[in-house]
């Protein structure tokens, strides 16, 4: 069959603009499951069927981080990011079970029609900025399963192809909200992981200028450190998008920039309360981390 085109109308007060659209779209759909997408997501071959599956065993809401395909050098810049968002929402960590995530991707949400309206759906959630993370945690407040998964192989998206404004932009919209709602010990183990990965690119550095007569071991073992974390990001990169090992290998500059990108975020949300966000500028309410 076909699909059809809903035109949303008016968006009330109170409402943004994404969750509203996905109401009215929910409001309009007449099959029993309902997949919210985003427009930039594309499925790779046999991944409809693949997605539809996957929710058959597992329930509740099924929701996927697509795999970040690339062509600029800048896009890279997100590799990070997305490191982050997927470990923040507790979905991905060692004996995580369904009940435990703490969030979702906005990208790919599949779950039933009676769920989605006994959870409040988008509704519920019309004034979040993060919404897929707050209709997650609404629908894990009804008793539903959420699953989590990394999407290679079966769905993928370019995300912020517009250049370095769009990726400042678009993750400073995002960042501190979404660690606001973090569990603390996500967020512990997250912010330690990312202490760590800054101080295994400042020892060889540090050691490359210590003076004469420090010991002879300290370089080589700074530098072993130093390549076992380019190693580690490399490997949880590549599960998530095409950033290549010359971006792991780089890694310190993708650091810190998350770092410059956060401190804005915060700045952003805390002080100044409006982001910007294709041409527009949205308000918001309260204290971030």
Known sequence: GGGSLVEPGTRPAGWLG???ACWQGA???KGELLLFLDADTSFER??????AALHERSKGLLSIQPYHRMERLTERLSALFNAVVMAATGGFEAFASR?????GFGPCMLLDREGYFRSGGHRKVRGSLI??????RACAARGMPVTLLAGKGIIAFRMYPGGLGEIVEGW???LAPGASTARRGTLLRTSLWLVGALAGFLAPAAALLSPPGSPGWLAPCSAAVYLALCLQVGAVTSRIGNFGPLSALLYPV?????FAVYLRSVYLHAVRR???WKGRTIRVAGRHP
């Open 18 to 20: 994404k969750s509203w």
């Open 46 to 51: 046999g991944g409809l069927l693949t997605v």
């Open 99 to 103: 009940r435990a995530a703490n969030g």
């Open 27 to 29: 409001l309009a759909a």
């Open 254 to 258: 993708n650091l810190l920039f998350f």
């Open 131 to 136: 919404e897929d993370t707050a209709l997650a």
């Open 274 to 276: 409006e982001v910007r």
């Open 172 to 174: 400073a919209k995002n």
